[in-house]
């Protein structure tokens, strides 16, 4: 029985949390290996609706839950997430949630930093969540970082905290914000520590035999395949790598255990932030996708551009993370609208392009070739089989596969955990 891996194919929000959700309740663990609390979604189980950002999916159906040692942990964040979720009667203790020792702690100044950058950015700005998760990945790189396992240990925590505020500081003074107290934070560290360590292990040894006892693991990717920080539309992404690879490196795996790789995709386009959309639509046919399709951030609540499908970023994206299947989310949003388009192709300056180039001026540039379907009145919201979908809509569908490379496995026609036109079970491949 292969493990499951599961990435965003366009810009994030693709409704995933569905997806993982349906998934985790097949699943023996659910790791996240990547991103922070910049994630987040919606998870309705009976009349209960979770909203997980940091925590895995798992938790909520009882699963052994990991946080790998990719993702970057805001230790204050977790906490008031556990505490939200003991209110809604979820008490998550150590024996359902594991937190790698190794992964690196998202403190007040990444966040402080992160919007500090932001405002000086102006115009330029990325659009961040402003949760800090750029400044952390740097301090990891660079090797200053405080990671989970330097809670237990005070006198190391005191020299590194040191360093870190030496870098911060000078930074934070030069953008004219305020500056962090060594001891200040020390003591704040030090409180939270106990309750952090009682989650915390080396993850990779738990994972290791799991594995080797034949456990299905699902790794719920954050984010999505174009916010990567190498494939993404760079610098208009987020600072960690998306692509099924890195839940490998990011939990203590080796690439054998990622196993099928499915991507979800919208079946139109949205992105939140900055940077280049070229199918984005700014006319009532957007307004109307954002309507119908609720899309507001769920981390920052702010509007989300909305697009017609974009077949030569998915693709680009099938073939940058290894995705092996397609679950294709909310085609019920494009119920009633005449005619729809999709993008086949780009011209950038005149050129022909089957793929979003690297250059910053030339994706801003890429300006989408359009093929249009016919759209379908009848409407598709709630269909649970293939039969019930209008031919259009099958024709639509199949198109994208075409287009895009991979087999459409997964159909979701509504928010209803059992709106799903099921293909193929990824577990079961
Ligand atoms: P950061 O991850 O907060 O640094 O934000 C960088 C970019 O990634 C911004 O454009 C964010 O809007 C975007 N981003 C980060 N997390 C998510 C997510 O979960 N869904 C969609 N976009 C995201």
Redesign the pocket.
């Given at each position: 029985m292969p493990n499951v891996t599961v990435i965003?194919a366009q810009?994030?929000?693709e409704g995933k949390g569905k997806v993982v959700d349906w998934l985790a309740s097949r699943a023996d663990i659910v790791v996240r290996f990547q991103?922070g609390h910049?994630?987040?979604h919606t998870l309705v189980v009976g009349s209960q609706q979770y909203k997980l950002s940091l925590v895995p999916s798992g938790v909520v159906r009882g699963k052994l839950s990991v946080i790998g040692n990719g993702v970057v942990v805001d230790p204050w964040a977790f906490l008031a997430e556990l505490d939200r979720l003991a209110g809604q009667g979820l008490v998550v203790g150590p024996e359902l949630l594991r937190l790698s020792d190794t992964a690196t702690l998202i403190l007040p100044m990444h966040g402080a930093l992160?919007r500090a950058r932001e405002a000086a950015r102006g115009d330029g700005r990325?659009?961040?969540?402003?949760?800090g998760?750029?400044p952390a990945y740097e301090d990891k790189v660079a090797r200053r970082a405080i990671r989970v396992a330097d809670l237990a240990e005070p006198a190391v925590l005191e020299a590194k905290l040191d360093e870190l505020l030496r870098h911060h500081n000078t930074l934070l003074a030069g953008l004219g914000a305020e500056t962090y107290d060594k001891g200040t934070l020390l003591s704040e560290l030090l409180a939270v520590a106990p309750r952090l360590l009682r989650f915390a292990e080396p993850v990779w040894r738990r994972l290791h035999e799991a594995k080797a006892a034949g456990r299905r693991i699902l790794f719920e990717g954050?984010?999505?395949v174009m916010?990567d920080v190498d494939h993404g539309t760079y610098p208009?992404?987020?600072?960690s790598n998306t692509v099924a690879g890195a839940a490998a490196a990011g939990s203590g795996l080796g690439p054998d255990a990622v196993g099928r790789v499915l991507g979800i995709a919208k079946a139109y386009t949205t992105?939140?932030?900055?940077?280049p959309f070229p199918t984005e639509l700014t006319d009532a046919t957007g307004r109307h996708l954002g309507e119908r399709g609720r899309e507001f951030?769920?981390?920052?609540g702010?509007p989300r551009r909305c697009g017609w499908f974009d077949a030569v970023m998915v693709r680009q994206a099938v073939r940058l993370g290894g995705i092996q299947g397609l679950a294709l989310t909310k085609l019920d949003v494009l119920d009633g609208i005449p005619e729809l388009k999709v993008a086949v192709g780009y011209r950038i300056n005149g050129q022909a392009f089957d793929h979003l180039p690297a250059g910053r001026q030339a994706q801003a540039a890429a300006e989408p070739v359009f093929e249009t379907h016919e759209g379908w009145t009848q409407p598709t919201s709630g269909a649970r089989s293939w039969a019930e979908l209008p031919a259009p809509a099958i024709k639509y569908v199949k198109r994208i596969e075409e287009l895009v490379g991979a087999p459409v496995t997964l159909l979701s026609t509504g928010a209803d955990r059992d709106d799903t036109i099921l293909m193929q079970d990824p577990f079961a491949a």
């Amino acid at each position: 029985m292969p493990n499951v891996t599961v990435i965003g194919a366009q810009w994030g929000d693709e409704g995933k949390g569905k997806v993982v959700d349906w998934l985790a309740s097949r699943a023996d663990i659910v790791v996240r290996f990547q991103g922070g609390h910049n994630a987040g979604h919606t998870l309705v189980v009976g009349s209960q609706q979770y909203k997980l950002s940091l925590v895995p999916s798992g938790v909520v159906r009882g699963k052994l839950s990991v946080i790998g040692n990719g993702v970057v942990v805001d230790p204050w964040a977790f906490l008031a997430e556990l505490d939200r979720l003991a209110g809604q009667g979820l008490v998550v203790g150590p024996e359902l949630l594991r937190l790698s020792d190794t992964a690196t702690l998202i403190l007040p100044m990444h966040g402080a930093l992160d919007r500090a950058r932001e405002a000086a950015r102006g115009d330029g700005r990325i659009g961040t969540t402003g949760r800090g998760i750029g400044p952390a990945y740097e301090d990891k790189v660079a090797r200053r970082a405080i990671r989970v396992a330097d809670l237990a240990e005070p006198a190391v925590l005191e020299a590194k905290l040191d360093e870190l505020l030496r870098h911060h500081n000078t930074l934070l003074a030069g953008l004219g914000a305020e500056t962090y107290d060594k001891g200040t934070l020390l003591s704040e560290l030090l409180a939270v520590a106990p309750r952090l360590l009682r989650f915390a292990e080396p993850v990779w040894r738990r994972l290791h035999e799991a594995k080797a006892a034949g456990r299905r693991i699902l790794f719920e990717g954050a984010q999505a395949v174009m916010l990567d920080v190498d494939h993404g539309t760079y610098p208009y992404v987020t600072s960690s790598n998306t692509v099924a690879g890195a839940a490998a490196a990011g939990s203590g795996l080796g690439p054998d255990a990622v196993g099928r790789v499915l991507g979800i995709a919208k079946a139109y386009t949205t992105r939140v932030g900055s940077g280049p959309f070229p199918t984005e639509l700014t006319d009532a046919t957007g307004r109307h996708l954002g309507e119908r399709g609720r899309e507001f951030g769920t981390v920052t609540g702010r509007p989300r551009r909305c697009g017609w499908f974009d077949a030569v970023m998915v693709r680009q994206a099938v073939r940058l993370g290894g995705i092996q299947g397609l679950a294709l989310t909310k085609l019920d949003v494009l119920d009633g609208i005449p005619e729809l388009k999709v993008a086949v192709g780009y011209r950038i300056n005149g050129q022909a392009f089957d793929h979003l180039p690297a250059g910053r001026q030339a994706q801003a540039a890429a300006e989408p070739v359009f093929e249009t379907h016919e759209g379908w009145t009848q409407p598709t919201s709630g269909a649970r089989s293939w039969a019930e979908l209008p031919a259009p809509a099958i024709k639509y569908v199949k198109r994208i596969e075409e287009l895009v490379g991979a087999p459409v496995t997964l159909l979701s026609t509504g928010a209803d955990r059992d709106d799903t036109i099921l293909m193929q079970d990824p577990f079961a491949a």
